[in-house]
T-cell receptor
């Protein structure tokens, strides 16, 4: 089946630094990718929708200047957490759908990135 | 009121039991209903999806959608220890291009 690769799977960074997370669709093209955030024992919360070649659409309450999203190609989207703080520590997950499939298209998820800011 | 409500549990059952997991939702425009399974520190994997109301069966898993009641269910028959995970319901308004709205997830533990 289709695979979405997310890298890194875990990262520890110092407060004030920036961290980039990559999300790649390995065997399909994804016009749209989604970025979610998940706190322990909580649901996946949509942060932003990433559209290839255009600006991302952010959900209410998500700072676009803090969470920079770039979707430069049909197979790659990146999320950069800028000036990270301990409260940004969370599990970040991307997902993508195959643009060539009609009807319902399964959203494939990356394996997630656990970010710890110290 | 959250868009999707799901009892987080935890839910503990013995091996072989029938498990019932449920979600309610408030947005009547949702058309696609999914159940995902998530193991600790992993991304979710799709178990089943249903379009509009109705039942769908896949092996030991049965998904039910009742749009009139805004209620969806996942039944697991003959539960196994390997079914121990967090089960997330998710919904979307339409096809590709629309993000999924997730429930909080129910943690299931099946003991042998």
């Amino acid at each position: 089946g289709a695979v979405v690769s997310q890298h890194p799977s875990w990262v520890i960074c110092k407060s004030g630094t920036s961290v980039k997370i990559e999300c790649r669709s390995l065997d399909f093209q994804a016009t749209t990718m989604f970025w979610y955030r998940q706190f322990p024992k909580q649901s996946l919360m949509l942060m932003a929708t990433s559209n290839e070649g255009s600006k991302a659409t952010y959900e209410q309450g998500v700072e676009k200047d803090k969470f920079l999203i770039n979707h430069a190609s049909l197979t790659l989207s990146t999320l950069t957490v800028t000036s990270a703080h301990p409260e940004d520590s969370s599990f970040y997950i991307c997902s993508a759908r195959d643009r060539h499939k009609g009807g319902y298209t399964e959203a494939f998820f990356g394996q997630g990135t656990r970010l710890t800011v110290v | 009121q959250k868009e999707v409500e799901q009892d987080p549990g935890p839910l503990s059952v013995p091996e072989g039991a029938i498990v019932s997991l449920n979600c309610t939702y408030s947005n009547s425009a949702f058309q696609y209903f999914m159940w995902y399974r998530q193991y600790s520190r992993k991304g979710p994997e799709l178990l089943m999806y249903t379009y509009s109301s109705g039942n769908k069966e896949d092996g030991r898993f049965t998904a039910q959608v009742d749009k009139s009641s805004k209620y969806i269910s996942l039944f697991i028959r003959d539960s196994q220890p390997s079914d121990s995970a967090t089960y997330l319901c998710a919904m979307s308004l339409n096809q590709a291009g629309t993000a999924l709205i997730f429930g909080k997830g129910t943690t299931l533990s099946v003991s042998s």
